[in-house]
C-alpha cells in the first residue's frame, strides 16, 4: 500500500469528488472483483456525507455493488489515463481478465471488505441506499460515505494541492473518445482564504 495514504475526515470526504474528476468504481461480492470508469459522479450530502453515481445496466459492477452493498469511488491519476480509458471500455461480462488486461493493482484497507486501486489519489468507501426507482429509471445510485482516504502529496487538510504536486498525480477529467484533460490551475478570488 502506498506510504503516502492518508485517512480523510468524513465531514470533509465530500470535497475529494467536488472538483468533477472522472472517477473510478469498483465493488466487490463472493469473491469476484471489478473496476470501472465513469464520468458522472457528485457530492450529495454533508452529514452523513452521501455521493450520487450513475452507473449503466449492462456495468458487471452495477451487479456487483447491488448484491454487496458496498462499493468504492476512487480518483484515478493522469498517470492512470490508460489504465482508467480501458476500464471504462471494456467489460467484465466478456473479458473475465479485463482487471490484469489493464494493469490495475488492488488493495485493502483495514475493516472494508473491498477492492481500492492502487495509485490512485483518494478512495471513498460508500455503502449503497437502496433507492430502485432511481437506480431502474435513471441508473443513478447513492451511497454514503463510510471511509475516506487520499493521497497527502496532493490532498492535505480538507483541500486539493495539485497546485504543487507532480502533473501526474492531477486527476483526470474525460470529455469523449480517449480525451481527458488533468486538472489544471489554481484560481483564487478575492482574499477567501482556503478553510
Keep these: 500500500m502506498n506510504e503516502f495514504i492518508k485517512a480523510v475526515p468524513l465531514d470533509k470526504s ?3 469528488i467536488n472538483h468533477g474528476p472522472t472517477i473510478l468504481v469498483s465493488a466487490r461480492h463472493h469473491g469476484v472483483d471489478n473496476v470501472m470508469a465513469a464520468a458522472w459522479a457528485c457530492g450529495l450530502d454533508f452529514s452523513p456525507p452521501k455521493l450520487t453515481v ?26 492512470q489515463a490508460a489504465m482508467t480509458l480501458q476500464l471504462g471500455t471494456e467489460t467484465l461480462a466478456t473479458q473475465p481478465d479485463k482487471l490484469v488486461r489493464a494493469g490495475v493493482e488492488l488493495f485493502n484497507f483495514d475493516g472494508f471488505d473491498l477492492p481500492f486501486v492502487e495509485g490512485c489519489s483518494a478512495w471513498l468507501a460508500c455503502k449503497l441506499i437502496p433507492e430502485q426507482h432511481n437506480q431502474q429509471s435513471y441508473d443513478l445510485y447513492i451511497g454514503e460515505i ?10 492535505e487538510n ?38
Aim: aromatic residues 12%; proline residues 3%.
Design 54 to 79: 450513475v452507473i449503466d445496466k449492462i456495468a458487471k459492477t452495477r451487479e456487483l455493488l447491488e448484491q454487496s452493498g458496498m462499493f468504492v469511488i476512487q480518483v484515478p491519476t493522469a498517470k
Design 158 to 195: 480538507g483541500h486539493w494541492l495539485f497546485e504543487q504536486a507532480p502533473a501526474e498525480l492531477r486527476s483526470l477529467h474525460y470529455v469523449a473518445g480517449g480525451h481527458f484533460y488533468a486538472i489544471g490551475e489554481e484560481i483564487i478570488v478575492g482574499e477567501s482564504e482556503k478553510k
Design 14 to 16: 465530500w470535497r475529494l
Design 146 to 155: 463510510v471511509g475516506a482516504w487520499a493521497d497527502k502529496r496532493v490532498f
